[in-house]
């Protein structure tokens, strides 16, 4: 198993510029996130969801937007990216059982994006 | 939804115990208590999670008080390797999975 693989690694944007952040994990979890961390600050809940078609906001949704057409994929979309949207992204997922039972979260390694 | 506090920072001296508190107090009865560290900028690595009893694993032990409202994460002889952000999060909102993790504890351990 892979585990969660995220792509890119490491992207530079233009104000303005839109992209997709790519997460992929397959373990056959339900349960999907992003999170983004500032520089000195912790993760904050962008976008998660909780099975194949449904999506749910968390804390930081605005300038984001995702979805989940399959189990095993869960990307993340920037529309017009703007400077305040540097940061790290981190993907996570679990199973549902996991979460009512108390198991494991598993990360993604994140991705570094700067916009300039 | 329950939310959790925890100190800004502390030290440890290398080879003693690290004993980091979290306050949950507005935890819900069958709401689990994870505990996560983040070493620089890598993601989260799982530590420990429990619900109402003590527990202990090859890494760290977690205290929970008996009215839940606090927990204590203790990593027993704490090496350089060890500094980190440690994060204490609750599960947030009933069968909903949304995670919320907290600023977290910086702990530096010092030789």
């Known amino acids: 198993n892979a585990g969660v693989t995220q792509t890119p690694k490491f992207r530079i944007l233009k104000i303005g510029q839109s992209m997709t952040l790519q997460c992929a994990q397959d373990?056959?979890?339900?349960?999907m996130y992003w999170y983004r961390q500032d520089p000195g600050m912790g993760l904050k809940l962008i976008y998660y969801?909780?099975?194949?078609?449904?999506?749910d906001k968390g804390e930081v949704p605005n300038g984001y937007n995702v979805s989940r057409s399959t189990t095993e994929d869960f990307p993340l979309r920037l529309e017009l990216a703007a400077p305040s949207q540097t940061s790290v992204y981190f993907c996570?997922?679990?199973?549902?059982?996991?979460?009512?039972?108390?198991?494991?979260?598993?990360f993604g390694e994140g991705s570094w994006l700067t916009v300039v | 939804d329950a939310k959790t506090t925890q100190p800004t920072s502390m030290d440890c001296a290398e080879g003693r115990a690290a004993n980091l508190p979290c306050n949950h107090s507005?935890?819900?009865?069958?709401?689990?208590v994870y505990w996560y560290r983040q070493i620089h900028s890598q993601g989260p690595q799982y530590i420990i999670h429990g619900l109402k009893n003590n527990e202990t694993n090859e890494m760290a032990s977690l205290i929970i008080t008996e009215d839940r409202k606090s927990s204590t994460l203790i990593l027993p002889h704490a090496t350089l390797r060890d500094t980190a952000v440690y994060y204490c999060i609750v599960r947030v909102g009933s069968n909903t999975g949304k995670l919320i993790f907290g600023q977290g504890t910086t702990l530096q351990v010092k030789p």
């Open positions: 969801s909780v099975g194949a078609g449904i999506t």
């Open positions: 373990m056959n979890h339900n349960y």
């Open positions: 996570a997922s679990s199973s549902d059982r996991a979460i009512f039972s108390g198991n494991t979260i598993y």
């Open positions: 507005t935890i819900s009865g069958n709401e689990y």
